[in-house]
C-alpha cells in the first residue's frame, strides 16, 4: 500500500509503516520541550546568531531520529555545524538576495504541484535554464538550500520525503564550463548533511530525459 498519511482519532497523523510517529499530543509536546531545554542549554547555540526553535523546526530532529531526544540533538549539532562552517552560503539568506531571486526565477529548483505515488514532494532542475551570465552555481545552491529548508517544515514532507530530479539534457559545453568542482563537492556534502539525514529523500540525474541514474 502507499505509504500515505491516515489520521487516528486523539493521535497525530501517522504513517502505518512507522508506529513511532503514532504519538500523543501530550509525548509530541514533552519531546519537543526537551529537545528544546537542550538546544538552549548549550553555550554554543546560545552565543551564535541562529538559534531557531520553533515547533515545526524542532519536530524535523525529532521525527528523523523516531522522537529519540538525545539522537534528535546530535542531528542537530550536525545540521548546526555546516552552518556555522559555510557563512558564505548563508549570508542573506532569503529569496530576495538578488543571484537566489533570479535562479528561483528561471525555476531552479522548480516544485511540482503534485507529488509522487509515495506522496514525496518533487522537484525538478532543469540545468539548459541556468543563465551563468545572471548567477553562478552558489546561487543555485542557495535557491535549491531555500526551497527545501521552505518545504521541510511540511509534516507531510517530513515524514514522506522528496526526490530531486536534475535534467541535463540540453545542457551546453559552455555552461559546464562554470561548474566548480568545489561548489559542487558542497552541494553534495550539504545536501546529505542537512536533508538526507533529516528525512527520506532521492536524488536522480536526468539525461535526455530517458535515462533516471540515482547518485544516493
Not at 509525548?27 to 529537545?35: E, K, W
Not at 535557491?143 to 515524514?159: S, V
Not at 540540453?170 to 552541494?187: D, G, Y
Request: aromatic share 14%.
Amino acid at each position: 500500500s502507499s505509504p500515505r498519511l491516515h489520521q487516528l482519532k486523539g493521535h497525530r497523523r501517522f504513517m502505518p509503516n512507522e508506529p513511532y510517529l503514532l504519538c500523543t499530543e501530550v509525548n509530541r509536546r514533552m519531546s519537543i520541550y526537551q529537545l528544546e531545554c537542550m538546544i538552549k542549554c548549550n553555550l554554543v547555540f546560545i552565543v551564535s546568531d541562529f538559534l531557531r526553535a520553533d515547533d515545526a523546526f524542532i519536530l524535523r530532529f525529532l521525527r528523523a531520529r523516531k522522537f529519540d531526544t538525545f539522537e534528535a540533538f546530535k542531528l542537530f549539532g550536525r545540521y548546526f555545524e555546516y552552518r556555522q562552517n559555510h557563512p558564505t552560503i548563508f549570508k542573506d539568506f532569503n529569496s530576495a538576495e538578488q543571484g537566489v531571486k533570479e535562479a528561483l526565477f528561471d525555476g531552479i529548483p522548480a516544485v511540482l504541484e503534485n507529488p509522487d505515488h509515495y506522496g514525496r514532494k518533487i522537484l525538478v532542475l532543469y540545468s539548459a535554464n541556468w543563465d551563468n551570465s545572471r548567477y553562478g552555481l552558489a546561487a543555485i545552491y542557495r535557491a535549491i538550500l531555500l526551497t527545501l529548508e521552505k518545504l521541510i517544515d511540511d509534516e507531510e514532507c517530513q515524514i514522506n520525503g522528496f526526490v530531486i530530479i536534475v535534467d541535463w539534457s540540453q545542457f551546453t559545453f559552455r555552461q559546464s564550463t562554470w561548474l566548480n568542482p568545489k561548489i559542487l563537492r558542497l552541494m553534495v556534502e550539504g545536501l546529505q548533511v542537512r536533508f538526507n539525514s533529516l528525512i527520506k529523500s532521492s536524488i536522480h540525474l536526468c539525461f535526455y530525459g530517458h535515462i533516471v541514474i540515482p547518485i544516493y
